[in-house]
């Protein structure tokens, strides 16, 4: 499950796609079931564009991977999708307006340096658009048992459960881990009232931060691409309406704005920034309106030197220890209790607020792509996934416990 470039205004809320491998005899009615499904499937009245592509050989080529890179990374628009399976020679289906082929080429190619793997819980029909009923106590305690082998379960600070969507999809809930067995072990730890139907688990892009490794071009500065800069700030940070900060950057003579949202908590941060601190930013590109210019939406920030911060103040009367008092304009100082005098201000340091380091946002704030803090430098990169484990299952009854047992579980310790 690939998530591609979370900056593309009219992607679908998760912009991801899945790639298959399958190893058959009997290509054609394996193509003909997966087109069939599709058109059962897909969420066409809700807006979807599915696209579906057939690659059928040993080997991926490299351009396929290309492609994917600049699906993570940038804009491609559908019509150079549809020029890439023509050229190719590529099986394509799509519904609607073919926007889905620029995710399916992607997965197709994609190159994975470092994944995530998700494991997926599918509702029964039955309960489609009704609340889920998913016991918190149970996916915080998930959560202390498996972290950080899953990640981004529960929000500590918001105490809320972050492992279901709210919407009428359906997916039950999902768990984000290091390996098959913690994703699997972590579902086995969380209780509900309801029964799924079962469960998929996905080995995935989301939680590598892919789409912001790429070091962004400032002098061409495209609308929606992701990456990172790396520049010196120019101004001081300044606090729009809505609690957002506004600040520049300096990077080859070029001035990037940039804004940080405020449900990103990173506000606080970049607004102890002072020109001339060197910092490393990620983000994606939002395009210039008529009452905006270009800007970067900031998702990282990273502090590389913090310069001094010099203040002019009244100096000290070192004897008195005391400080002293502006004479009039251009008229020195004087010591309130000696009555010594100075003729100028001196410059003292104030200390900084903020550290040289990593400053991420907060749960909350992370999208699918969000590199988390406790990720920072590592990278799986060997692929799990053979016959021994149970990537998929379908539930005979489902898993249903009652509320006698999310009070046991509070109670004692579980063993799995
Ligand atoms: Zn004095």
Redesign the pocket.
């Known amino acids: 499950m690939i998530r591609f470039n979370p900056n593309i205004p009219w992607k679908t809320r998760g912009n991801g796609a899945i790639a298959l491998k399958i190893k058959t005899d009997k290509p054609e009615s394996i193509k003909k079931n997966v087109i069939e499904f599709i058109k059962k499937y897909s969420a066409i009245k809700d807006g979807a564009n599915p696209g579906l592509v057939f690659y059928q050989n040993e080997n991926i080529p490299s351009h396929f991977s290309e492609f994917g890179d600049r699906a993570l990374c940038s804009l491609i628009k559908r019509n150079n999708a549809k020029e890439f399976v023509s050229k190719n020679g590529l099986e394509s289906f799509y519904l609607g307006n073919g926007q889905g082929l620029v995710g399916a080429i992607g997965a197709i190619g994609y190159d994975f340096d470092d994944h995530t793997f998700e494991l997926i819980s599918y509702r029964n029909k039955s309960n489609l658009g009704k609340k889920r009923e998913i016991f918190k106590q149970s996916v915080k305690k998930m959560q202390d048992l498996t972290y950080p082998n899953t990640f981004n379960s529960f929000d500590e600070q918001k105490n809320r459960i972050l492992i279901a969507p709210h919407g009428p999809d359906p997916v039950f809930f999902g768990i984000r881990g290091e390996d098959i067995d913690s994703v699997i072990r972590g579902k086995s730890l969380v209780f509900s009232s309801e029964k799924f139907d079962g469960y998929m688990v996905f080995r995935t892009n989301q939680g590598t931060g892919a789409h912001l490794k790429n070091e962004l071009d400032v002098h061409d500065l495209k609308p929606f691409s992701s990456g990172h800069i790396t520049g010196k700030v120019i101004d001081i940070p300044r606090v729009e309406i809505g609690g957002h900060v506004i600040f520049s950057i300096m990077k080859d003579d070029q001035k990037i704005k940039c804004a940080v949202y405020k449900p990103t908590r990173l506000t606080k941060i970049v607004s102890n920034l002072i020109k001339g601190d060197v910092i490393k930013i990620g983000g994606g590109v939002r395009k210039a309106t008529k009452n905006h210019q270009r800007i970067l939406n900031v998702e990282f920030l990273q502090i590389l030197r913090l310069e001094r911060n010099m203040k002019a103040v009244n100096p000290l009367?070192?004897?008195?220890n005391?400080r002293?008092k502006s004479k009039g304009k251009n008229q020195g100082f004087e010591?309130?209790?000696?009555?010594?005098t100075f003729p100028n201000k001196i410059f003292e340091d104030i200390s900084r607020e903020i550290e040289c380091r990593l400053y991420m946002p907060v749960l909350s704030a992370h999208r699918h792509l969000t590199r988390p803090m406790q990720r920072i430098g590592k990278l799986n990169n060997k692929i799990e996934f053979d016959d021994s484990r149970k990537w998929f299952h379908i539930s005979k009854s489902g898993k249903a416990v009652n509320k006698k047992l999310e009070i046991k579980i509070n109670t004692r310790k579980l063993k799995h």
């Open positions: 009367c070192h004897a008195c005391k002293t010591c309130v209790k000696c009555k010594k």
